[in-house]
């Protein structure tokens, strides 16, 4: 089955703790992607990458890192949580080109206190 | 640059009514655009997208969306709401390949 799967699902974790949200898709899409969705602000992408070891920032990356070593693996890191990052984690992936279709994983619903 | 607005970050409908969910969109070049639904605890999921060609986009279940260029808008309808329908819409707008911007988001309510 084409999926994109995250984990963990949900995540607690204290101020300044490293932590690392994992995503992995298995359709070999080219394109994968972080967003943040936060009450009222809808989603906001965090960091892209458009082929291996080829990432870029998006709208919100401060705070975040990513890394592209494999095309089907995309690591979001946090390596001082804060609590303004607090917030539902979506990753997403695409074939390459213009128009392609996003797949989504389930989420990750991140608490720092 | 790109932005996409919602007007209406809730919208109730009763059920068999029109349902009709407004996007608007700036962008300094012909644009993909995207309606995606958020359905309780998941992922986004496509609904219907426009890229080229013809102007009113058929998606998955009876939803419909029209590209008006003139108004750079890009609304979802459908003709008849059902229960199953309510959930979240996000319009999204994308430039060049896959990098989406999101709007805001509407969040649709189906009254029996």
């Known amino acids: 089955e084409a999926q994109v799967t995250q984990n963990p699902r949900y995540l607690i974790t204290v101020t300044g703790k490293k932590l690392t949200v994992t995503c992995s898709q298995n359709?070999?899409?080219?394109?994968m992607s972080w967003y943040r969705q936060d009450p009222g602000l809808g989603l906001r992408q965090i960091y892209y990458?458009?082929?291996?070891?080829?990432?870029d920032k998006g709208d919100v990356p401060e705070g975040y890192k990513v890394s592209r070593k494999e095309k089907r693996n995309f690591p979001l890191i946090l390596e001082s949580p804060s609590p303004n990052q607090t917030s539902l984690y979506f990753c997403?992936?695409?074939?390459?080109?213009?128009?392609?279709?996003?797949?989504f994983g389930s989420g990750t619903q991140l608490s720092v206190l | 640059a790109q932005s996409v607005t919602q007007l209406g970050s809730h919208v109730s409908v009763s059920e068999g009514a029109l349902v009709l969910l407004r996007c608007n969109y700036s962008?300094?070049?012909?644009?993909?655009l995207f309606w995606y639904v958020q359905y309780p605890n998941q992922g986004l999921q496509l609904l219907l997208k426009?890229?080229?060609?013809?102007?009113l986009v058929k998606g998955i279940n009876g939803f419909e969306a029209e590209f008006k260029k003139s108004e750079t808008s890009f609304h979802l309808t459908k003709p008849s709401a059902h229960m199953s329908d309510a959930a979240e819409y996000f319009c999204a707008v994308a430039e060049w390949a896959n990098n989406l911007f999101f709007g805001t988001g509407t969040r649709l309510t189906v009254i029996p």
């Open positions: 997403a992936s695409s074939r390459g080109g213009g128009g392609e279709k996003l797949f």
């Open positions: 962008s300094s070049v012909p644009p993909y």
């Open positions: 359709m070999n899409h080219e394109y």
């Open positions: 426009y890229t080229t060609g013809a102007t």
């Open positions: 990458s458009m082929n291996v070891e080829v990432t």
